[in-house]
Each structure stands twice: as structure tokens, then as C-alpha cells.
């Protein structure tokens, strides 16, 4: 069985600071990994997706993660937070013969001011 | 090129009342997906169907809940005897093939009441 850790229902960053959205998984096999941004009322938008080609996988708007599988993790990052970056983000995964992709339960991003 | 789309966006229905949700994939797309976005749950994989291969049912929450996909094209989410927990946000995904990034459609709202 998959499952997905994501650290923190709520982040808050001021703009131009780090952001960092935290991820860990739990797989039997060598998972693929994705992250997904959700607008409101809008449908998952893929940011990036790790699929054992390079640890460090960069995405749009300015996103990137890194895969560590000594720590199980893939977590989130922008160097510079922007107010259009506030919205929720999802990490998953996928393998093991799952046929679905197996979601974290949610990071909700805010911006300050 | 267009994306997913589903019809229709919102639904409102009584208790006790089927309703029939529609996915239309990307053009191409082998793979096709249907979750559920609820506040209690989360996301969670329903369903998934791989060109015209007989779906893996096992994700259903119910024997309410059915779902067929015509020609390896347009799917459609069936619940029958819709109950105040279906109240939930139905979204639907395509995939050029299994473990590639998932493409998410804009979602239907269903209200129960």
C-alpha cells in the first residue's frame, strides 16, 4: 500500500520569501511522484512529476523538488513566493500496481504581504 | 489543444436520485481516471479505465457507483440512489499512457440534498 505525508495543512510565507511545501511517501517500489496546484474552484494543475530520471525536478512557475529516498521525501520549493503562488497543493504517487494516483491530503499556501 | 472537460460543472439533486456525470479525455489519451474530492476525505481514486480493458472497479465506495467508458473515449460516472455523502467534487483525469502525468479536468460540484 502507497500513502502520502504532507507536513502542515497550512503554510504562510511573505512575498519574495522561501517557499517550502513538505512530502513524504510511503512505497514498496520506486514510486512515481508528482505535485499538483489547485486554484479555487478549479481543477489540479500538474506543477512537476519525478519519474527516476533526476532527483531534482523542476517545474513551472518557478517550482522544484527534490527526490530523496533515503528520506522518503519530495518536497516542494520556490526561492521567491509570489502573491499568484496562493493556492493549495497536492503531493502524490503512483506505483506499485496501483492503478490511481494516491494524494496527500493538502498543503494550503498563503501569501503575505 | 483542448483538455479535459466534464459536464456538467455543478449538479443539484435530490436524495434517492441518479445522476450520470461526463468526462471527455484529451484526444489520444489511452488512460482515463475518476476521483472524488470531498472536505472529510480528500482526494480519492475511484476508478480507472485503460483503452477499452474492463476498469478496475475495486476503488468504487459502493455498488451505487458505476462507470463506463464508450469507443476508449467519453466516460460517464453513474450514482445511482444518490445519498447527502456523495456530496462531493467528482473530477476526471487522462493520461497518454499508465504512470504518466495525470490531466485534470475543471470537476463537477454534486450536491445531495
Known amino acids: 500500500a502507497q500513502s502520502v505525508t504532507q507536513l502542515g495543512s497550512h503554510v504562510s510565507v511573505s512575498e519574495g520569501a522561501l517557499v517550502l511545501l513538505r512530502c513524504n511517501y510511503s512505497s514498496s517500489v520506486p514510486p512515481y511522484l508528482f505535485w499538483y496546484v489547485q486554484y479555487p474552484n478549479q481543477g489540479l494543475q500538474l506543477l512537476l512529476k519525478?519519474?527516476?530520471?533526476?532527483?531534482l525536478v523542476k517545474g513551472i512557475n518557478g517550482f522544484e523538488a527534490e527526490f530523496k529516498k533515503s528520506e522518503t521525501s519530495f518536497h516542494l520549493t520556490k526561492p521567491s513566493a509570489h502573491m499568484s503562488d496562493a493556492a493549495e497543493y497536492f503531493c502524490a504517487v503512483m506505483g506499485g500496481g496501483a492503478d490511481g494516483l494516491t494524494f496527500g491530503k493538502g498543503t494550503h499556501l498563503i501569501i503575505q504581504p | 489543444g483542448a483538455g479535459v472537460s466534464q459536464s456538467p460543472s455543478n449538479k443539484v439533486t435530490e436524495k434517492g436520485k441518479d445522476v450520470e456525470l461526463r468526462c471527455d479525455p484529451i484526444?489520444?489519451?489511452?488512460?482515463l481516471y475518476w476521483y472524488r474530492q470531498s472536505l472529510g476525505q480528500g482526494l480519492e481514486f475511484l476508478i480507472y479505465?485503460?483503452?477499452?480493458?474492463?476498469?478496475?472497479k475495486s476503488g468504487l465506495p459502493s455498488d451505487r457507483f458505476s462507470a463506463e467508458r464508450t469507443g476508449g473515449s467519453v466516460s460517464t460516472l453513474t450514482i445511482q440512489r444518490t445519498q447527502q455523502e456523495d456530496s462531493a467534487v467528482y473530477l476526471c483525469a487522462s493520461s497518454s499512457a499508465p504512470e504518466r502525468e495525470q490531466y485534470f479536468g475543471p470537476g463537477t460540484r454534486l450536491t445531495v440534498t
Open positions: 519525478y519519474t527516476s530520471a533526476a532527483t
Open positions: 484526444s489520444g489519451h489511452t488512460a
Open positions: 479505465f485503460q483503452g477499452n480493458s474492463a476498469p478496475d
